[in-house]
């Protein structure tokens, strides 16, 4: 079984740039959350798509925003990018039932962003 | 407050100890607990989740959960070398798919 696929792995970028990064999950998961992690702040939460809908939001700003696609492939994208934007970005995947506390999140590997 | 605390360590233990990685979280409705495992410049892997009280074992992994005094640990029996990585701590409520991670504790299990 195929895992989190994302892509790309590794992109360099320049302030002001906006960038997008894809995600494709785990067959038959249905919800995808982004993650940021950073080595300051750690691992934190943007956004979570199930049934091409946002459902959970972080405390980002506006500048970062996502979608979800009907076959549940999806998308974050971050505009006017600034320094602190440097980060690696996970993708996870999760069965929709998140009422279940067994409802884990299997991570992509990750794209790497630097702003420079 | 952040939601979830952890040491970050590094904690250091030989080949064959036991180690003890803690985690508090502020949410007193969080519901579901969460062990990450991340080596790295990789990005992380589920160890185990618990959501009762008490102890859950898992091969050389016990989770450990107490709501009353939101902790959560981790104990690996036998480290070995591998185990050497930063292991998060999560915590999410029932209803909501939203996961919140410690920053996790580094560990050196020293052959």
């Known amino acids: 079984k195929a895992g989190v696929t994302q892509t790309p792995r590794y992109l360099i970028k320049t302030r002001g740039q906006q960038v997008t990064l894809s995600c494709s999950p785990i067959s038959g998961h249905r919800s995808v959350s982004w993650y940021q992690q950073t080595p300051g702040q750690g691992l934190q939460f943007l956004f979570e798509y199930f049934s091409e809908t946002q459902r959970n939001k972080g405390n980002f700003p506006g500048r970062f925003s996502g979608r979800q696609f009907s076959n549940s492939r999806s998308e974050m994208n971050v505009s006017t990018l600034e320094l602190g934007d440097s980060a690696l970005y996970l993708c996870?995947?999760?069965?929709?039932?998140?009422?279940?506390?067994?409802?884990?999140?299997?991570f992509g590997a990750g794209s790497r962003l630097t702003v420079l | 407050q952040k939601e979830v605390e952890q040491n970050s360590g590094p904690l250091s233990v030989p080949e064959g100890a036991i180690a003890s990685l803690n985690c508090t979280y502020s949410d007193r409705g969080s519901q579901s607990f969460f062990w990450y495992r991340q080596y790295s410049g990789k990005s992380p892997e589920l160890i185990m989740f618990?959501?009762?009280?008490g102890d859950k074992e898992d091969g050389r992994f016990t989770a450990q959960l107490n709501k009353a005094s939101q902790y959560v640990s981790l104990l690996i029996r036998d480290s070995q070398p591998s185990d050497s990585a930063t292991y998060l701590c999560a915590v999410k409520r029932n209803n909501f798919n939203k996961f919140y991670f410690g920053s996790g504790t580094k560990l050196n299990v020293k052959p």
């Open positions: 618990i959501y009762s009280n």
């Open positions: 996870a995947s999760s069965l929709a039932n998140f009422r279940s506390g067994a409802n884990v999140l299997t």
